[in-house]
């Protein structure tokens, strides 16, 4: 909201959102990838065994070997950006380019503070320890704020102000997990003498095949952006507004059900407890429904207003606002899947069969290649196109990973489970329509912020009262 306000949507913000997504790209390869989630099931088996010394050997390895490739990856990031952003959005002109280039090398070192990060996030995860973690990407939102807001007091703000504003966030969110990681026994430091061991080995033997695996699923994000860079300026803003809301869900109901699951999971088959498994995908996939679809439908039916409540203030005018809006219909309607597919990877991952997620990641990549050039240019939806084809790919990934680990365990209940899926849309859509139709009766010249809020809160109280009078029990497990 706040970059949106100083600098609107324009080639400016197209360059700077650019160079942003490339490191972030390889945050949620190297970082939320594998730092976080991978590492998680070889972090609980140390921690399990008793091993005190093992586990500090394990914590001090992995440290070194990352340390290391951060430090190559940062340096090609600063010397490579050009390249880099022409892989990116070869559709810029010149100046966007080089726009680009320079704010990408002053926010190299973001992924080298971000990915330590999650290494402190796998590491406390992996003893269920998941409030800091969590809270801890709110130190980064505050750090972008605060930049932003003393330069525009007390300096010059421009564009380049967004590439310290993200370094100043990426630090205060690893600093804030030291504390932390200290007090519970999980310090790491350097340790070069036998790092590569059999242990690191079967680490390293997990991680390339998923790191292949996600680098196909974002590659989706290098494919919409390069077909973005030929559209018109601001498509790449809108698109990038859109999934930050999008994001917003996905971050407070997917991440965290999917990160809390991994360890039972990885228990679960550790023990060859197929049963319990089963019937942990069935549960969490059902609550991960139950919070997921209400927020769909509200970004479909409400998300309009949203953007305008958002967005549309300074620089930004309401014509950016609607074209936003637009966007993020096109991604609400894949929202659920997306969610999906997160809790069901932790699935492959919990039992350290990364090949099959990397398979299904090459469908999913030639599938959403070809429908964004037949929505995005055959069918000139344009930058429209781009996220519908995000969403539809989502799906057929989501479809793909089910539909398998089905065969691989029988007690996944899909026939409950979609009908579950449409019991809680009917619900969502029916909770918000009404919402929408008292309140618009009643409070018809209202300011569209106190409607909008109005309408969110009786949604949810309609939502959890049908919630309750059918007996849901993932009603109750919000509380738990």
Known sequence: MIITFFFGASFETDAFYVAYRIPNLFRRLLAEGTLSTTLVPFFTEANLSKDKLLFQTLRNNVFTIVFSALLIITALFYYFSSELVNIFAFGFDDETKNLSSELLKRMSPFLFLISLSALNTGLLNSIKRFNAPAFSPVLMNLGIIGTITVSYFYFTIDIYI??????????????????????????????????????????????????????????????????????????????????????????????????????????????????????????????????????????????????????????????????????????????VFVAGVRLLVQAFYATKNTKLPVLFGAYNLVINFFLCYALGFYFNLGFLGLALASSASSFFLFLFLILKLKDLFNEIKLKEILKYFILISSMSSFSILFSQKIIQYFFNDA????????????SAVAFCSLSRMIKLKELKMIFK
């Open 162 to 335: 967004l590439s310290y504003a993200v370094l100043l966030g990426a630090l205060l969110q690893y600093a804030f997990q030291i504390p932390f990681i200290l007090k519970n026994n999980l310090g790491y430091g350097f340790n070069f003498n036998n790092v590569v061991n059999s242990k690191t080995k079967e680490i390293l033997k997990v991680i390339f095949p998923q790191i292949f695996g996600l680098a196909i699923y974002n590659i989706n994000i290098l494919i919409n952006t390069q077909f973005a860079s030929f559209m018109e300026k601001g498509s790449i803003t809108y698109l990038y507004l859109a999934e930050r809301l999008i994001e917003f869900p996905l971050g407070i109901f997917a991440v965290s059900i999917a990160t809390t699951t991994l360890p039972d999971l990885t228990k679960h088959y550790v023990n060859k407890n197929f049963s319990k498994f089963s019937d942990t995908i069935n549960e969490k996939l059902k609550f991960l429904l139950f919070l997921s679809t209400p927020f769909a439908f509200a970004l479909i039916i409400l998300g309009q207003d949203l953007c305008f409540i958002l967005y549309s203030r300074g620089e930004f005018t309401l014509d950016d606002a609607n074209l936003t809006y637009r966007a993020l219909l096109a991604y609400s309607f894949g929202l």
């Open 447 to 458: 300011s569209k912020v106190f409607s909008l809020t109005l309408i969110i809160l009786l």
